[in-house]
């Protein structure tokens, strides 16, 4: 195996549409065994590849239009309109490059990540690239910063190293799509990934049971433990602060019954006086009445007296006459 570098791979690479045209033929025609070149062609026809993206021991890929992003269960078409797609920290993004590859039965390739990107905070997986591959590529970018990274359309983001097999594989090992699903991808990734697939449907209501959380942060890892465990403390301290609502209301309602039956011990006591004062004037009003009718009866009865003399007098006086 050689690696394929300089003048070598600059004049193996083919970039024109009749290039395209041609290799696509051999391609429908079940006749990869007679490609000899490696197509680099963007995935829109009628457009060609920029002459900087072929160096001499690299082929540098773009961001394409088609982009998976892990956390939020989605894809993203991007275009001259809608340019990029934030990666959120933690996130993983399975990316289409633009550019779509034709490869001969004799020659391989790996994907490399860019230094720029790795030094903007993006981690890359390696990929091969099969001999008899054709079609766009997906490559797995994963933002290990604590920021939002861009992900640009058609920015350059890796790099494809060629190599030359001793001889040509068998058509038994060629690829199919039948074996591979993938084989032929243009503008959309051809296949749906396990990890998302495999993420339940949120409730509308948001819900979802402490087990069912603890599955799913078992199945995936990190940075599910991190949003687990924050989860967890926020629920707790959520929890905490009812208690000690609870706590303080309680201390309220204490004290306001303790007031309350202060201000009835106070109005008893209030009210108790004012009877006895009541009572006092009540009797002395009673005790002044019976001492005026008493008064009135001695009155009556003196006068009574007084003309029951006169009239004795006066009958003795009248008797003597």
């Not at 890892?221 to 905490?240: H, S």
């Amino acid at each position: 195996m050689s690696f394929i570098l300089g003048s070598d791979l600059q004049n193996l690479i083919v970039t024109k549409e009749a290039d395209r045209k041609r290799l696509q033929d051999l391609i429908d025609s079940n006749r990869r065994g007679e490609i000899e070149e490696i197509g680099v062609f963007p995935d829109a026809p009628g457009e060609r590849i920029e002459p900087s993206q072929v160096g001499n021991i690299t082929v540098d890929l773009t961001v394409g239009s088609h982009v998976i992003v892990h956390s939020k269960r989605a894809s993203f078409t991007l275009s001259p309109t809608t340019q990029s797609v934030m990666l959120e920290p933690g996130d993983t993004a399975i990316v289409l490059t633009r550019e779509f590859i034709v490869v001969p039965a004799d020659i391989g390739g790996l994907v490399l990540s860019k230094a720029t990107f790795v030094w903007d905070g993006f981690g890359q997986g390696t990929t091969k690239v099969d001999p008899t591959w054709y079609g766009c590529l997906h490559v797995t970018l994963i933002n290990h910063t604590r920021s939002q990274l861009e992900l640009k359309y058609r920015k350059p983001f890796c790099s494809m190293l060629f190599f030359r097999l001793p001889r040509r594989i068998d058509k038994d090992h060629f690829l199919y799509r039948t074996g591979t699903q993938h084989l032929g991808q243009s503008g959309t990734i051809g296949y749906t990934n396990t990890a998302t697939r495999g993420w339940p449907e949120l409730k509308p209501t948001g819900t979802i049971s402490d087990e069912a959380f603890e599955v799913e942060v078992n199945k995936y890892g990190p940075p599910l433990d991190a949003v687990r465990n924050r989860f967890l403390f926020e629920r707790q301290k959520t929890i905490t602060e009812i208690h000690e609502t609870i706590r303080s209301l309680d201390d309220q309602r204490r004290n306001a019954l303790q007031k309350i039956t202060e201000v009835e011990e106070k109005l008893e006591g209030r009210n108790a006086a004012i009877k006895e004062d009541l009572r006092i004037e009540v009797t002395a009003l009673a005790n002044a009445e019976v001492h005026k009718q008493v008064a009135g009866s001695y009155s009556k009865l003196i006068w009574i007296l007084v003309a029951a003399f006169v009239a004795q007098v006066m009958g003795k006086l009248i008797g003597a006459w």
